[in-house]
């Protein structure tokens, strides 16, 4: 019964595909995030949603789209991969939005080659 | 918006012994700081936090202090184990969009403990 699941747990891609990340969680949060680490570990956050509404778009390219069917769902769609978009990409969600516990998924190493 | 800078990046220490782990925030606003670790190849767990109103909280080995004057707070480990070797990150959250804009992370620690 994983609370917040995301796959595919591994993607190896070539530059210039487009691929998907879905994310669930079973937890009855109202708030769920994207983040991405890179190499470094650096954790930086990409998108966050609010009750299938976006509250949080940093500076992300516009390749990057998020989707978001319902409130336990977040999915995250990237176009025209680029060797830089290798990362793990961590899905999270929270109770409410900000000043809560994050629950994070397992992540999803991204490879371009 | 929040800036969150953590040091040391790497800190070794050796087994038994204490570990700190030193964080400083931007914004003002901000009232909860958790701190995550995370295992090699894991997700990131929470391990403890504190909020705004508390200066100082405890759980077993762990404890986290916080000087909002200051805008720092510190994660202390002690007897330091085997299994407490990993990447610990502070975070901060809870600024004037009402806590909309999720949590800020530090730069990540890598704590080795050393048998």
Known sequence: DTAVSQTPKYLVTQMGNDKSIKCEQNLG???MYWYKQDSK???KIMFSYNNKELIINETVPNRFSPKSPDKAHLNLHINSLELGDSAVYFC???HRAGANVLTFGAGSRLTVL | GENVEQHPSTLS???GDSAVI???YS???SNYFPWYKQELGKRPQLIIDIRSNVGEKKDQRIAVTLNKTAKHFSLHITETQPEDSAVYFCAASGGPGGGA????FGKG???IIQP
Do not use: P
């Not at chain 2, 804009?101 to 800020?104: A, E, I, K, R, S």
């Open chain 1, 41 to 43: 570990k650096f954790l």
């Open chain 2, 109 to 111: 620690t890598h704590l």
């Open chain 1, 29 to 31: 949060h109202d708030t």
């Open chain 2, 27 to 29: 914004d003002s606003a």
């Open chain 2, 13 to 15: 220490v050796q087994e």
């Open chain 2, 101 to 104: 804009d999720g949590l800020t």
């Open chain 1, 92 to 94: 999270a969600s929270s």
């Open chain 2, 22 to 24: 030193k964080c400083t």
